[in-house]
């Protein structure tokens, strides 16, 4: 396995995966509270794009 190099970009990059992976999941509880249909969508295309990066 490879990692990342211990450098400042390194850790930028690791901080970054970090985030995305684990962003969508609060993102679609948002969603699950959403106050309308059109709300519940506009969260999950979030939700989506977020998945996407």
Excluded: Y
Aim: hydrophobic residues 30%.
């Amino acid at each position: 396995m490879e990692k990342l190099p211990d450098t400042r970009a390194g850790n930028h990059v690791a901080g970054q995966l970090l985030r995305s992976g684990t962003s969508a999941l609060p993102n679609h509880a948002e969603a699950q509270g959403a106050e309308s249909r059109k709300d519940f969508v506009h969260k999950l295309k979030i939700c989506h794009k977020e998945l996407r990066e």
